[in-house]
């Protein structure tokens, strides 16, 4: 099987966490605080630790195993198929509030008059295309999109700070910390808990005991650029990202240098459906792999077309509008994911060590045959 | 329009050809696999388009609305 360096590792985590982290989180956020929105975004910390835990115990109890493989050899055949598909439907149903997200934004943004039907199997089409070139292939598209972004973002995002203003900030923390933790669920419980998504890529990681380490670097380096982001949004047009979709989208049209340089929210759109197709790509192949596991075959391609023809579908059957995508991510989705990505997993583990090692190792053997 | 799009892609995959794409022995798991799975979603899609009140994603939030709220410290 192809395998994946630590830096691919990192981006992809990176890109999973930003992919749509850039686009809504800046207004999930200003939904309960304004002020101190910026001292919301750290809370990713948060779910990408306890996403760095889940991964250190399982890379210790199930070297070289899936999260799905795991389920099965310790829960055996009945209860573990069932966490598996309560796994896979949990990625299933993430995909398609992705999916939703992606035709949101790209008709909201820049294609109006194109139906969401189109624009979304065009995006979920890119993606599945990356998911059957394979994982190695999703990693080195992420290492090709970091250069760009690096040159482009601090140049649309310095230009806006011409309209940045410093008081917007002021008072710190005046409602004190209550706001700043409720806008920071989102961010740790949705967004930071993406993270485990990883545990899915075990078979093809190249150092796989550095998978915690990653996580952590991961969520670190997306704290500090949403950290930034936010400030950034906050700090160009104040209150009124409280009532706007994506605030950024508005902090970059803001742009204007002269009579020449204006409307670079298309260099930005650019970037974002790029970063998006990644994060829907990086989701999918977890996806098929889960899938693998369940059905016990040995590759994983089939389930590519199969699945990304449900998710398409599914994003428009599951979320009418965005207004039901955000309601979603706000009210449901953080005990979801919590209960699915670290209750679920610590709860297999704590029956693994009840068993003990020698009935798992009795398991593994017949298993490892099977799923291989 | 959704039981629609369900019951056209059900269509779509039922006469897609799974070997030319799939190795031996898993075009059938395959095509199973996507009329199954398309089978499913286009009954929650005919159930959705009689009983628009009945969400497809109700029980999730009927199971994990109320923790939610009470991450959030109002549950």
């Known amino acids: ?58 890379i210790r109890r199930f070297p070289g195993q899936t999260l799905t493989q795991a389920l099965h050899l310790t829960l055996g055949p009945w209860i573990g198929t069932c966490a598996g598909v309560w796994y896979a439907a949990w990625i299933f149903v993430s995909l398609a509030t992705i999916g939703r997200e992606v035709t949101a934004f790209i008709t909201t943004a820049v294609l109006p008059n194109t139906p969401e039907f189109v624009v979304g199997l065009l995006a979920i089409a890119c993606a599945g295309y990356l998911v059957y070139l394979g994982i190695e292939v999703i990693g080195r598209v992420n290492q090709f999109i970091m250069p ?52 899915q890529w075990v078979r093809a990681l190249r150092t796989p005991r550095t998978l915690p380490w990653d996580i952590l670097i991961a969520a670190a380096v997306s704290a500090f650029i949403l950290t930034l982001l936010v400030a950034l949004t906050v700090g160009v047009i104040g209150a009124s990202a409280t009532y706007l979709n994506y605030p950024v989208l508005e902090v970059v049209r803001s742009v204007r240098q002269g009579k020449f340089i204006e409307r670079l ?106 799923m291989r | 329009m959704d039981g629609v799009l369900a019951s056209i892609l059900a269509v779509i995959a039922a006469l ?24 499913v979603l286009c009954a929650f899609a005919t159930a959705y388009q009689w009983w628009p009140s009945i969400h497809p994603l109700a029980p999730l ?12 410290g109002s549950g």
């Open chain 1, 265 to 370: 929210d298309t260099l930005y759109v650019m970037g974002v459906v790029t970063t998006l197709v990644l994060k829907l790509s990086s989701f999918h192949v977890s996806l098929c792999q889960a899938l693998q596991d369940l059905c016990r075959t040995r590759d994983w391609r089939w389930a590519v077309f199969p699945s990304a023809l449900a998710v398409w579908s599914a994003s428009f059957f599951f979320f009418r509008n965005l207004a039901e995508v955000t309601d979603f991510i706000l009210h449901v989705v953080p005990a979801y994911f919590l209960f699915t990505v670290v209750l679920l997993p610590l709860v297999t583990y704590a029956v693994a060590a009840i068993r003990g090692k020698d009935g798992l190792e009795r398991r593994m053997g017949p298993a490892r045959q099977g």
């Open chain 2, 16 to 39: 897609f050809d799974w070997s030319r794409l799939a190795p031996e022995g898993v075009a059938a798991k395959g095509t199973w696999g996507t009329l199954i799975g398309l089978g």
């Open chain 1, 148 to 199: 760009l972004a690096v040159v482009v973002a601090p140049l649309l995002f310095g230009l806006a700070l011409r309209w940045f203003d410093a008081d917007t900030f002021r008072p710190v923390l005046a409602d004190g910390w209550m706001p700043v933790w409720r806008a920071g669920i989102v961010p740790a419980f949705a967004y930071g808990l993406e993270f485990a998504l990883s545990l």
């Open chain 1, 1 to 58: 099987m192809a395998q994946i360096s630590r830096y691919q590792v990192i981006l992809m985590l990176v890109w999973t966490a930003l992919g749509t982290g850039i686009v809504t989180m800046p207004g999930t956020i200003a939904h309960f605080t304004v002020h101190d929105a910026w001292l919301a975004c750290p809370w990713i910390l948060l779910g990408g630790g306890l996403c760095a835990g889940v991964a250190w115990i399982h």
């Open chain 2, 61 to 72: 939030t009927a199971l994990f609305e109320r923790p939610t709220l009470w991450l959030y």
